[in-house]
């Protein structure tokens, strides 16, 4: 039915008819006459032997005719490069898009695999692949295939930490919140990952502008690209670096890029983004892709495409018959007033210029009943001044799909170019098709009359489930001194087309007019390498513009709002970032936009918005899991505080395995300031109740392991009593089924005070531990001091608590620590905090009954036992120093080391410690660990701080009370150290005697001043065993057991 045109270099084109002039006839009056080009009047046969393309399309048989010649007349080492560059061509292989006969998809794809065809991905009727050149005349005779055409694509790229994080207040919703996409995999199609050479993955993984390669999957690689989705994922890594990332390139074709969206989802992507376009992807009705978007959205990944960077770049009409026959048998379209023909400007040099054109009718490719376009429709490039006709599409549309590309490198010496439309099926009457539009893919062409510009956004961004993103320079928003509110790119497109028909092929009663774009991105932020440095900055980094920028911008915003809470929907994702974008206007309609606009959607996206409108999603039930030890059960520091999590309401004696009082025991803290533990007594007091605690103590591990219900929250929180509201010591817990930074619990209460835990010795929770409120579900308890009378403390549902306990600032940093370590064991420590400050500042310290050692700093308050003892102060210089009294006591006689830590913290001259009994004085300074003997009683020590001759005044003093004999270390292995103190000068005698108490040595002998002495003792010479030092001075012994371990 179809004939070939005469062949024009480098193109071939079809007609069957002659134009002629025409009269066209305007209301009662004549209008002009317009000439049919004569390039459009000239008919000829194909020749003999020349392969019959058919509905291969004009550019895939250029592509093979220019390979051919290539073949013929090549030279050594030559590369093929095709003419219009535009093709998806790599090496001697292009991709292409072939549609089936009706049924025949499978048979299809397996006839253009036998051909050679790779990376061959079936949609329906749509088949995608890699296919040598060469094959292409073969592939045009297959019976199965409808037609084809090239898989023409674009990147919606314009042309280090993004700015783009910061500009969406990404950086404030990660710190207020805590949340970092952790738990969230988000995948990526675009071209390439790590194929381009220009710098690579593994550089970018090193200076952690991408996670560590254990974090990253990658599905399919493109054997060639500009590696745009590496830069994509870098844009992701900034704004959620806790999500993991997956990649699969887009290239391939549609049906390929469909199959790589569900291979992400099935991954495990729970939020995909992309920023490819197949200029055949379906204006009017929902494509294969989009169909594949759908799929995985109904499944819960949330989609974000890139809208584009074609502005306003199209042109919309509906046919009308000009009377003027095309060179395929069909008539022209009259753009106004019988003109033909539509000036375009097109810039020479080289410009690529791609136009698509595409009309309302179905596709074949995506229609489930198979139904296709009922018109066939072709366009035409003429070169104005040539008369010569450039680039066509003249695909046969009838049953296929609608749609024509026509592709050219302007190489001509011309600016000046003509576009024609022909109809050579079903536009007579009301058959013709509701609306068509051409698009053009580069901004320095211009159309020149009878031109409607409008959308430019199509396909797959149009879908459901799809969520589309417009971009703003990130310097143009507000958080970067930019207008307020920010401004759209002047590329950004605009969304706009409707849908005509359901997944059937079926027309709609009512057009769809789906929202494009949804929101707004940030772009023009950087990366490590993709682009090019612009001078928006002051660094040298390569800044990425473009909506393929913004769509992973908005991305990471998911992965923030998913890691909060898993559950959310897709839609409920899109409503959020929409209900708190900043309201934008689009500046092609002339006036002020309020609300949804088709340039920026719903505005410029805030993440930290986004993020606050994210409920925490709140299971019904706890699941507690204790197992808590006791060591021996043999001490008092083998008590542990425990509690239990949710709506618990049951009795001590219920829950904890024995016998009270012969194989458990536990204590409740009544509050009072003295005699304030109480033993077990069976009543309702030693329930386990949502936030409450007991001391437990068990010839047994503890364990439990049972659902629990939830506690009621009210805004967001739990509430748990203080009984009486006295301002003292209680012991709580966190009934929730989370863990919560004590931080958020502080400021929710207005307190300062911090949460003690026990492990044989107290640990400030802020201070020494990770600053987080553990949830009792693991049996955890802790001892507060209600200092402000609280009657309830305000639990609130965690807001990311374990990401922001590390980010906590530790109190306290200008102080000095001094911890008390039982000797000849690794723990636990008692410490506690001392420094200078302009105010008094203290924290008190929870009862040390049940601590295996305790230090303390005594209070000047003396109130009552409980306030007696403090774990931190600080307090201003009086005059040249201060002494600071201290409180240690073990539950075992024997020594205790001392080990003083942050002495820095202390600007004065002089730091010393002393143990007033012994008479023994330490210089901080230049010796951070002291050994003390100490009993079940105690012993007083003292720091002093302040000028030299302060601290030396309060050492020079000291004199030991009572006669004392150590050695240290000890077991001895080679050298030791036997150390007395005298109380007053007198005669000494320091022997050393074996287990049969024979004399070894003479240590020391003779007149000794008061004080300290220290001698060495060398045991290289003593065999393994037990020895004794004897001390003898005015009239007093003295005995320390000595072991040599060799």
């Excluded at 292989?93 to 006969?101: K, P």
């Excluded at 010393?912 to 009683?937: F, Q």
């Excluded at 005697?993 to 020391?1004: E, H, M, N, P, S």
Aim: some cysteine; charged content about 20%; aromatic content about 8%.
């Amino acid at each position: 039915m179809h004939m070939s045109l005469p062949r024009f270099p480098g193109m071939v084109a079809r007609a069957v008819l002659i134009g002629v002039a025409v009269i066209v006839m305007g209301a009662g009056s004549a209008s002009f006459a317009q000439e049919v080009p004569s390039w459009a009047q000239t008919n000829k046969a194909r020749t003999a032997g020349e392969a019959a393309f058919g509905n291969l399309g004009s550019d895939l048989e250029q592509l093979y005719q220019q390979h051919q010649r290539f073949q013929t007349s090549k030279s050594a080492g030559a590369t093929f490069e095709p003419t219009v560059s535009a093709l998806p061509v790599q090496g001697e292989m292009v991709t292409v898009d072939f549609l089936a006969q009706k049924g025949e998809g499978p048979a299809l794809q397996e006839a253009l695999r036998a051909l050679g065809a790779e990376n061959v991905a079936r949609s329906g009727r749509l088949v995608s692949g890699r296919i040598p050149i060469p094959a292409l005349a073969e592939a045009a005779d297959l019976p199965s295939l409808h037609s084809a055409q090239p898989a023409y694509m674009i990147s919606a790229a314009g042309s280090v930490t993004s700015q783009g994080d910061a500009a969406m207040k990404a950086d404030d919703a990660r710190s207020q919140n805590g949340f970092d996409g952790s738990g969230v995999k988000v995948g990526v199609l675009s071209d390439s990952y790590d194929v381009s050479g220009n710098g690579s993955a593994q550089n970018d993984i090193d200076s952690g502008d991408l996670p560590s390669s254990d974090r990253i999957e990658v599905l399919e690689e493109a054997s060639s690209g500009t590696d745009e989705g590496r830069a994509m994922m870098q844009i992701i890594h900034d704004v959620a670096p806790g999500a993991d990332l997956a990649f699969h390139t887009a290239f391939g074709g549609q049906a390929n890029f469909a199959q790589g969206i569900r291979d992400l989802a099935n991954a495990g992507s729970g939020v995909i983004t992309d920023d490819i376009l197949y200029f055949a992807e379906p204006m009017f009705q929902d494509g294969v892709i989009a169909d594949a978007v759908e799929e995985v959205g109904q499944n819960g990944a949330a989609h974000f495409s890139a809208i584009g960077n074609s502005a306003r770049q199209s042109h919309t009409d509906t046919f009308t018959d000009s009377g003027c026959t095309g060179p395929n048998g069909g008539t022209f379209h009259d753009f106004s007033g019988g003109a033909i023909q539509q000036r375009l400007s097109i810039p020479k040099g080289g410009t690529n210029a791609t136009f698509v054109f595409q009309w309302a009718d179905p596709y074949a490719s995506v229609s489930a009943s198979g139904v296709g376009a009922d018109t066939d429709l072709n366009i035409y490039i003429e070169d104005v001044g040539q008369d010569t006709l450039i680039a066509q599409g003249t695909v046969a549309n009838a049953g296929g799909n609608p749609i024509e590309i026509a592709s050219f490198k302007n190489d001509t010496g011309s600016t000046d170019f003509d576009l024609l439309i022909e109809c050579t099926e079903g536009c007579s009457g009301d058959k013709k098709p509701a609306q068509m539009t051409y698009m053009f893919f580069n901004r320095n062409i211009s159309v020149d009359e009878y031109q409607n510009p409008g959308p430019s956004g199509y396909g797959h961004v149009n879908a459901e489930h799809s969520h589309s993103v417009a971009a703003a320079a990130y310097f143009d928003t507000p958080e970067f001194g930019g207008p307020d509110p920010p401004v759209v790119e002047s590329f950004s497109s605009e969304g706009g087309f409707p849908i005509y028909f359901d997944d059937d092929g079926n027309e709609l009663s009512t057009p769809k007019n789906p929202p494009a774009p949804d929101v707004t991105g940030p772009d023009g932020g950087n990366t490590t390498f993709f682009r090019s440095d612009s001078n928006q900055d002051a660094d040298t980094d390569p800044n990425f513009f473009g909506t393929s920028a913004a769509a992973p911008h908005v991305a990471g915003v998911a992965a923030l709002m998913r890691s909060k809470n898993a559950e959310l929907t897709p839609s409920e994702i899109y409503t959020k970032l929409e209900d708190t974008a900043i309201d934008m206007d689009d500046p092609a309609t002339g006036t002020s936009d309020t609300g949804y606009d088709r340039r920026t959607g719903h505005g410029f996206v805030q993440a930290d918005q986004a993020l606050q409108a994210v409920g925490t999603i709140r299971p019904a039930a706890v699941s507690a899991s204790v197992d808590r030890s006791f060591t021996s059960a043999s001490s008092s520091s083998d008590y542990r505080l425990v509690a239990l999590p949710g709506q618990v309401d049951r009795l001590a004696e219920d829950v904890v395995d024995g016998e009270v009082g012969t194989e458990w025991q536990a204590y409740r803290d009544n509050g009072s300031n003295s005699d304030f533990l109480v033993s077990y007594d069976g009543s309702d007091a030693f329930r386990f109740q949502p936030g409450n605690g007991f001391w437990l103590i068990s010839t047994q591990d503890w364990t439990a392991n049972e659902l629990v219900s939830s506690v009621d929250l009210q805004s967001d929180a739990a509430e748990i009593s203080l009984p009486g509201g006295n301002e003292t010591w209680y012991i709580i817990s966190n009934p929730l089924d989370e863990d919560v930074s004590w931080s958020e619990v502080k400021t929710e209460n207005g307190i300062s005070t911090p949460i003690w835990s026990f492990n044989g010795t107290f640990t400030n929770v802020v201070q020494d531990g990770d600053g987080t409120f553990d949830s009792a579900k693991g049996g955890e308890a802790y001892y507060f001091k209600n200092d402000q009378g609280l009657s309830s403390l305000t639990i609130p549902y965690p807001s990311g608590a374990k990401a922001r306990a590390v980010r906590e600032t530790k109190e306290n940093t200008s102080t000095l620590t001094l911890s008390a370590t039982q000797a000849g064991t690794d723990g636990p420590s008692s410490t506690v905090r001392l420094g200078l400050s302009e105010t008094t500042k203290t924290v008190a310290a929870p009862p040390g009954q049940f601590e295996a050692v305790s230090l303390r700093i005594v209070s000047s308050d003396s109130s009552s036992a409980r306030n007696g003892m403090i774990m931190i102060r600080q307090q201003p210089l009086d005059g040249n120093g201060e002494t600071f009294e201290l409180r240690l006591q073990s539950q075992k006689n024997g020594q205790v080391n001392l080990t003083a830590a942050n002495v820095s913290a202390i600007t004065t001259q002089s730091v010393a410690l002393t143990h007033p009994s012994s008479g023994r004085s330490y210089d901080l300074r230049t010796n951070s660990s002291a050994p003390v003997d100490v009993t079940e009683e105690g012993t007083d020590l003292k720091v002093h701080v302040g000028t030299k001759r302060y601290v030396n005044e309060q050492t020079d003093d000291l004199a030991p009370s009572t006669l004392t004999l150590n050695a240290y270390p000890n077991p001895i292995r080679d050298q030791g150290t036997v150390e007395y103190e005298l109380p007053e000068a007198s005669e000494v005698h320091l022997k050393v005697y074996d287990l049969l108490g024979r004399q070894v040595t003479t240590l020391a002998r003779g007149a000794k001043e008061a004080g300290q002495h220290t001698v060495s003792l060398s045991a290289a010479q003593l065999p393994s065993g037990v020895y004794f030092a004897r001390l003898q001075a005015d009239g007093q012994t003295r005995t320390q057991k000595i072991v040599v371990v060799r």
